[in-house]
């Protein structure tokens, strides 16, 4: 564990009061919940029985995109757990690393090499041997995906977030940019019944928005992956689901790098301004409240700014919250003669 000093003081009374807001309006309807504690218990045997045990390992991704392009390749690292890894799909151009390495190698028009560390079922907790083994190859830049786990392991939000940044100051240090996709809504999920779909989807967002205070806190961007990335994984479950109802598909991983990938390229410094229209969103606010905000629009990109010159003001460190258009939104490879080939459609 890190020690307690790591984060400023400042930072986690920000952890602490966005766990509070991030329960507003669910928190009366989980307290009602709370007494069936007997209901709960049962459901949460149910929905273990019901997700299947993680068997093959995820299909391997790493190598080089684009490897004929000019120019020295950018070194990119996957981190975090199953969804960093692609568990729940069967072709390496499929997974989210292989999606966003060569969806950078197109719009930069670079060489992208990707090494994959992420761990399928990894605590925040797992993230510091990854850290480790990550800058053995100097890299660019840094996508951490985690927090499902530290949700379904009932993970207390302070603790799973000292992990998470001390991998993003140390990755940070060593000149390496940092894009964290936080917790998403496990209310989402199909197998969860309510109430504990209700108390899942609580604890999803308060940890999504106490990641996204010492994230950005620690010098690094967040992506708000929310409810799995909008109302599709409701209302397609069969499509964006794998086959175990509780990792993304093909296509949902396809949706989730779509939102993850202009947030590379802008902390890659070739960023587009290509933002979709949500009125009221886009702008600086306080950390804490960006933060809150974040977790509930899906999609929703947040990281540190200055006003008038200073990195603080009354409410605590200035952000910016910018909810950039998604590329290639819902497109999915196509099977063909170059199955393992990276390749991604409508991200590019």
Same mark, same amino acid.
């Given at each position: ?81 199953s969804s960093a890894?692609?568990? $729940? ?6 997974? =989210?690393?292989?999606? /966003? !390495?060569?969806?950078? *190698? +197109?719009? @930069? ?63 940070h240090a060593n ?11 496990? $209310? ?6 309510? =109430?504990?779909?209700? /108390? !899942?989807?609580?604890? *999803? +967002?308060? @940890? ?94 947040? *990281? ?6 200073r990195d603080r ?36």
């Amino acid at each position: 564990m890190g020690d307690a000093g790591s984060v400023a003081p400042a930072g986690w009374r920000d952890v602490r009061r966005i766990a509070r807001l991030a329960a507003i309006g669910t928190g009366a309807t989980v307290a009602a919940t709370v007494a069936t504690g007997g209901v709960l218990l049962g459901q949460a045997r149910q929905a273990r029985r019901t997700i299947p045990m993680a068997e093959a390992p995820p299909p391997r991704c790493d190598g080089v995109y684009g490897a004929k392009l000019p120019d020295p390749p950018i070194t990119m690292v996957m981190l975090g757990d199953s969804s960093a890894a692609g568990y $729940g799909v069967r072709r390496r151009r499929e997974t =989210p690393g292989a999606l /966003l !390495a060569t969806g950078l *190698s +197109r719009r @930069l028009h670079r060489p992208v090499r990707l090494h994959r560390f992420a761990v399928v079922g990894a605590l925040s907790a797992g993230l510091k041997p990854q850290v480790e083994s990550a800058l053995e190859v100097n890299p660019d830049i840094a996508v951490i995906l985690i927090g499902g786990n530290d949700v379904t392991n009932r993970t207390a939000p302070a603790v799973a977030v000292r992990y998470l940044v001390d991998a993003v100051r140390t990755l940070h240090a060593n000149g390496c940019e940092v894009v964290v996709g936080t917790c998403p809504d496990l $209310g989402a999920i199909q197998p969860i019944h309510p =109430p504990l779909r209700w /108390l !899942a989807r609580r604890w *999803s +967002r308060q @940890l999504a928005a106490a990641q996204t205070v010492a994230v950005v806190e620690a010098g690094g961007r967040t992506v708000s992956l929310g409810d799995l990335l909008g109302p599709r994984f409701v209302a397609e479950p069969a499509r964006m689901f794998a086959w175990d109802r509780f990792h993304p598909s093909a296509e949902g991983y396809a949706v989730a790098a779509a939102a993850l990938l202009p947030t590379l390229l802008s902390a890659l410094g070739a960023g587009q301004e290509r933002r979709a229209s949500l009125a009221g969103l886009d702008g600086v606010r306080s950390l804490p409240e960006a933060a809150h905000e974040a977790a509930r629009h899906a999609g929703t990109e947040v *990281s540190g700014t200055q006003v008038r010159g200073r990195d603080r003001g009354p409410g605590g460190r200035w952000a910016q919250l910018r909810r950039r258009a998604f590329f290639g939104v819902g497109a999915v490879p196509q099977p063909g003669p170059t199955a393992d080939s990276p390749t991604l459609k409508g991200l590019a």
